[in-house]
Nanobody
């Protein structure tokens, strides 16, 4: 099993920055990729960014150039550095890990990010 603990959410003004962190513990050797998803009120959960073990990253179009995902393998931690935040970035952000053995994925408890005007 893998446990995920997120931190770093909060209230920020539009144009500001925040950094989210997610620490994984447990069977971290089984992780193949880590990422961040978000869910805004009344919307489906969507992928924001992912980073594979080899370091390759993906971003959803709406955050490209503004968000950066990174990973410290020694600390089993994934980060999401968010800049130029917009009102539409307001959501609960969830840490996600994919594994090569079952259960194939785990989710964090979520951290609220609220962007105000």
């Amino acid at each position: 099993q893998v446990q995920l603990v997120e931190s770093g959410g909060g209230l920020v003004q539009a144009g500001g920055s925040l950094r989210l962190s997610c620490v994984a513990s447990g069977s971290t050797y089984s992780i193949t990729a880590m990422g961040w998803y978000r869910q805004a009120p009344g919307k489906q959960r969507e992928v924001v960014a992912t980073i594979a073990n080899g370091g390759s990253t993906t971003y959803t179009d709406s955050v490209k150039g503004r968000f950066t995902i990174s990973r410290d393998n020694a600390k089993n931690t994934v980060y999401l550095h968010m800049t130029s935040l917009k009102l539409d970035d307001t959501a609960v952000y969830y840490c996600h890990v994919a594994r090569w053995l079952g259960p194939r994925e785990y989710w964090g408890q979520g951290t609220q990010v609220t962007v105000s005007s």
